[in-house]
Nanobody, 115 residues
Framework: QVQLVESGGGLVQPGGSLRLSCAASGSIFNINYMGWYRQAPGKQRELVAIIYSGGDENYGDSVKGRFTISRGNAKNTVYLQMNSLKPEDTAVYYC?????????WGQGTQVTVSS
């Protein structure tokens, strides 16, 4: 069973930065991609950024140029560097791992951008 542990959320002022981390453990195999999604109150969950096993990256339009996804050396950890944060980035951020025949979601971490 795969487990995801997320960290790094919190309260930040507009224009500030945060770094989210997600570590996967357990029966990890044949990962297709890892990444981040977010869900704001009253809105659908949306793609933030994902990174494929081969290294390609994909970003949601609203975060391009501000957020950067990366992986740890062990390939079972994924990071999200968030810069130039805006109030509309406020949401619960979820880590997701998609592998061969499975997907796992993290429990979510709150990011609040407010002055």
């Amino acid at each position: 069973q795969v487990q995801l542990v997320e960290s790094g959320g919190g309260l930040v002022q507009p224009g500030g930065s945060l770094r989210l981390s997600c570590a996967a453990s357990g029966s990890i195999f044949n990962i297709n991609y890892m990444g981040w999604y977010r869900q704001a109150p009253g809105k659908q969950r949306e793609l933030v950024a994902i990174i494929y096993s081969g290294g390609d990256e994909n970003y949601g339009d609203s975060v391009k140029g501000r957020f950067t996804i990366s992986r740890g050396n062990a390939k079972n950890t994924v990071y999200l560097q968030m810069n130039s944060l805006k109030p509309e980035d406020t949401a619960v951020y979820y880590c997701r791992v998609v592998g061969l025949g499975y997907q796992v979601w993290g429990q979510g971490t709150q990011v609040t951008v407010s002055s």
